[in-house]
Nanobody
Framework: QLQLVESGGGLVQAGDSLKLSCAAS????????MGWFRQAPGKEREFVAS????????DYKDFLKGRFTISRDNAKNRVYLQMNSLKPEDTAVYYC????????????????WGQGTQVTVSS
């Protein structure tokens, strides 16, 4: 089992920045492609960003690219999501997820999930 624990969420104002962190344990972290997803109240969970096992390939939800940056540190077993210029519509629970086979935008691909961290952006 790969355990994932997110942190770094909180209450911020519009325009602020936050950096989410996801700590992995239990398996070899560098074997996994990682993704960030989010779920806003009353909405389905949606893809935010993904990163390949090496960090060499990243992918973003189109309208988030430029404000959000995904990165990873395999030596620290962590994946990060830097979020800048936050907007009230970014309010959601943010989840990290792991997949060994190749990652992608569909949540069905991901095998392991964290419990999520709440991000609330006030206007």
């Amino acid at each position: 089992q790969l355990q994932l624990v997110e942190s770094g969420g909180g209450l911020v104002q519009a325009g602020d920045s936050l950096k989410l962190s996801c700590a992995a344990s239990g398996r070899t972290f560098s074997n996994y492609h990682m993704g960030w997803f989010r779920q806003a109240p009353g909405k389905e969970r949606e893809f935010v960003a993904s990163i390949s096992w090496s960090g060499g390939t990243t992918d973003y939800k189109d309208f988030l690219k430029g404000r959000f940056t995904i990165s990873r540190d395999n030596a620290k077993n962590r994946v990060y999501l830097q979020m800048n210029s936050l907007k009230p519509e970014d309010t959601a629970v943010y989840y990290c997820a792991a997949d060994r086979l190749g990652g992608g935008r569909s949540e069905d691909i991901y095998e392991y999930w964290g419990q999520g961290t709440q991000v609330t952006v006030s206007s």
